[in-house]
């Protein structure tokens, strides 16, 4: 069974930084493309991050390039995305995904697609 966890969400004022993890379970970095995605209140669910199981290659939303940093750890079956600059707008539930729709250019997730129970991220002004 196919199991993400996230931890290191919080409160932080603009400008500053988290690190968010996803401890995953289930399933190896061999079988799935992995990322995150997040909900902001009120909005659909979008692709924050992506990293291909083929190359690993890595994909942001115009968003958050150059201030948010995906990586993994196989050996340790974890995700993190290391965000800085943090804006207000970046404020959201953030989910860690396995089994994602990734290509050059796109990340999107499908009915197949392996959710966490997600982490709140709130970015005060």
């Known amino acids: 069974e196919v199991q993400l966890e996230e931890s290191g969400g919080g409160l932080v004022q603009a400008g500053g930084s988290l690190r968010l993890s996803c401890a995953a379970s289930g399933f190896t970095f061999d079988d799935y493309d992995i990322g995150w995605f997040r909900q902001a209140p009120g909005k659909k669910r979008e692709g924050v991050s992506c990293i291909s199981r083929s190359d690993g290659s890595t994909y942001y939303a115009d968003s958050v390039k150059g201030r948010f940093t995906i990586s993994s750890d196989s050996a340790k079956n974890m995700v993190y995305l290391q965000m800085n600059s943090l804006k207000p707008e970046d404020t959201a539930v953030y989910y860690c995904?396995?089994?994602?729709?990734?290509?050059?250019?796109?990340?999107?997730?499908?009915?197949?697609?392996?959710w966490g129970k997600g982490t709140l991220v709130t970015v005060s002004s």
């Open positions: 995904t396995a089994d994602l729709i990734y290509s050059s250019g796109s990340c999107h997730f499908s009915e197949l697609t392996h």
